[in-house]
């Protein structure tokens, strides 16, 4: 009979740890991407160079940037608005040259880029739109920059 309880409190210890243990996995799943993004940035933000006028009301920008960690790119996504209420997504074309195809991820370091031609009128630019760059850096999840402004 000795033995019933201890078999008990090892039977609620182990299912003590894996609670635990899978509540744990779960709240760095949450938080994990804004704690990252946040603290571990994949690259510093976007510096504009210059910007051009465009075909169609179209901006077509140079730009340089910091790239911070050796992560894998992904993609960059444009957007126009305001981020804390009204914004869309727009085209965003990253110009190569013809037969340019080279990987697109970049070394770690201070890096020049463009031109980018961006769906926003030029003046809308700076002050109503933002960008975000996403990456691979480990296996847990996407990681999301916001690089601009």
Same mark, same amino acid.
């Given at each position: 009979?000795?033995? %019933?309880?201890?078999?008990i409190?090892?039977?609620?210890?182990?299912?003590?740890? @894996?609670?635990?243990?899978? @509540? *744990?996995? /779960?709240?760095?799943?949450l938080i994990?991407?804004?704690?990252e *993004?946040?603290?571990?940035?994949?690259?510093?933000k976007?510096? /504009?160079?210059?910007?051009?006028? @465009?075909?169609?009301?179209? *901006?077509?920008?140079? @730009?340089s940037?910091?790239?911070?960690?050796?992560?894998?790119? /992904?993609?960059?996504?444009?957007? &126009?608005?305001? &981020?804390a209420?009204?914004?869309? &997504? %727009?085209?965003? %074309? =990253?110009?190569r040259?013809?037969?340019?195809?080279?990987?697109?991820? &970049?070394?770690v370091?201070?890096?020049?880029?463009g031109?980018?031609?961006?769906? /926003?009128?030029m003046?809308?630019?700076?002050?109503?739109s933002f960008?975000? =760059?996403?990456?691979?850096?480990?296996?847990?999840? *996407?990681?999301?920059?916001?690089?601009?402004?």
């Amino acid at each position: 009979m000795g033995r %019933v309880p201890g078999q008990i409190y090892t039977a609620i210890a182990s299912a003590s740890a @894996a609670v635990i243990f899978s @509540a *744990t996995m /779960i709240l760095i799943w949450l938080i994990g991407p804004e704690v990252e *993004t946040r603290l571990f940035p994949v690259v510093g933000k976007l510096n /504009i160079e210059r910007m051009e006028v @465009a075909p169609n009301g179209q *901006t077509k920008v140079y @730009a340089s940037f910091r790239k911070l960690r050796a992560c894998e790119y /992904i993609g960059i996504a444009w957007f &126009r608005g305001d &981020r804390a209420s009204d914004f869309t &997504r %727009v085209s965003l %074309v =990253l110009d190569r040259a013809p037969g340019d195809d080279s990987n697109p991820n &970049r070394p770690v370091g201070f890096q020049r880029s463009g031109p980018w031609t961006v769906d /926003i009128p030029m003046d809308e630019i700076p002050s109503n739109s933002f960008v975000q =760059l996403f990456h691979k850096c480990h296996f847990a999840w *996407t990681t999301t920059t916001e690089f601009y402004p």
